[in-house]
């Protein structure tokens, strides 16, 4: 009886952890509980009661059980001689119970004058109806929210410039001669001059979008509900496709290349701050950020420096990179990918339609649909460097 009250209360335990999280699911998304998952919870509630009663019921059993057990203990035990195994006779009511009357009689003597031999003989009349008996009408809860795999974060498009999108297609300005300032070579003579000019690049826009047809039946049915799923899946698998596009747009890029000649502190700092000058000569900003894929990463965690990590506080999320740099891993830059440079010169456009939907009553379906438009910009090429990472020992 134990194993079957014990199967009792995880079931109990379930269904009121499901019901549990349905309701805190709704808090979290700051919206009431809807029809569906109140149809659910009170069913759930339903079962709650009967499985409180059930346990009530075999609890006190057990707690008798339990008594009689000591009363035996506390006895000597009778020697009993057997020649044979006994063999309980299959139980017949007709021949326990041989006309309606002796059966009114005995249900009396059982419930109103308390007989325990009568209470036996009802009780070995009586069907038992159990759990397992009836599997086709016991719900089986959804515990838990819905997992989601994919990593909706964009590393590389957050750490850099991002802007709307102005159109399809547009071009953006870039200055490609600057006006002149000079010392005077003396009083009244000439100053410097020479005149502005700005160039363009010109820029065209990707469109990012997917589409699915659900039925309304799958719409009206399902806890939770599949059409708020479908759409958090689209805007994950959106953020997963255009971070994944401009990290292969700037990684293809970048024409600058160096190589780090040892994996090691002196190597890093070496190839990093030539690099650097490098970039600065051609008149751009100092470098303020280090973007890696996440075999480079990896390699990273094992560099020391006088016993010291060489970057301390590494994460996937961004990090510490070598003379105060910003690190930032994304899983959607290409191997051993180790680019440097300022960040205010890489540029995402974007314009987002989101979330889209139409009814198809011909068909009861809900036609679903998820889109956006994106552009990367490298407005100075000239301010990156790629480094060529020697491969692992």
């Avoid at 995880?10 to 349905?22: H, K, M, P, S, V």
């Avoid at 590393?155 to 600057?178: C, E, K, M, W, Y």
């Avoid at 999320?317 to 290409?334: C, E, I, Q, T």
Wanted: hydrophobic content about 40%.
């Amino acid at each position: 009886m134990g194993a079957y009250l014990d199967r009792l209360n995880a079931q109990y335990d379930e269904i009121r952890t499901g019901i549990d999280d349905l309701i805190n699911r709704a808090a979290d998304e700051n919206r009431d509980v809807n029809e569906t998952e109140q149809t659910q919870v009170d069913r759930d509630r339903s079962r709650l009661t009967e499985l409180q009663t059930a346990i009530e019921h075999y609890t006190e059993l057990e707690s008798r059980n339990g008594k009689v057990a000591e009363l035996r203990r506390t006895l000597p035990a009778a020697a009993v001689t057997r020649t044979a195994p006994a063999s309980e006779p299959e139980y017949d009511i007709a021949r326990e119970f041989p006309t309606v009357g002796e059966y009114a009689v005995t249900l009396h003597r059982a419930w109103m004058l308390r007989d325990p031999a009568a209470r036996e003989k009802i009780d070995r009349a009586t069907a038992h109806q159990l759990l397992a008996d009836n599997p086709g009408i016991v719900p089986r809860p959804v515990v838990g929210a819905l997992l989601n795999d994919i990593d909706s974060a964009r590393p590389f498009i957050n750490s850099i410039v991002r802007r709307p999108l102005p159109a399809g297609t547009f071009d953006r300005p870039v200055i490609t001669q600057h006006v002149a300032v000079d010392k005077q070579t003396a009083e009244k003579t000439l100053t410097a001059s020479q005149k502005m000019a700005i160039g363009k690049i010109p820029v065209a826009a990707d469109t990012f979008a997917g589409h699915l047809n659900i039925s309304r039946q799958d719409v009206k049915w399902t806890s939770p509900g599949i059409l708020q799923i479908v759409f958090e899946d689209f805007a994950a698998v959106y953020a997963n496709a255009t971070d994944n596009e401009a990290c292969e747009d700037f990684a293809a890029g970048v024409t600058n290349t160096a190589p780090i000649a040892t994996w090691d502190a002196a190597g890093i700092f070496e190839a990093v701050f030539t690099a650097a000058a490098n970039a600065m000569g051609t008149g751009s900003n100092a470098p303020d950020t280090v973007w890696v894929s996440p075999d480079i990463w990896g390699r990273m965690g094992g560099l020391t420096t006088a016993e010291s990590p060489l970057f301390p506080g590494i994460n996937p999320g961004g990090g510490s990179a070598p003379v105060g740099m910003r690190l930032v891993v994304d899983k959607n830059f290409p191997a051993s990918t180790m680019i440097q440079g300022p960040s205010r010169y890489a540029e995402w456009y974007e314009d987002l339609d989101g979330l889209m939907q139409v009814g198809e009553p011909d068909v009861l379906g809900q036609l679903v649909g998820y889109a956006g438009y994106g552009a990367f910009v490298n407005v100075l090429p000239a301010a990156f460097t790629k480094f060529t990472v020697p491969a692992p020992v």
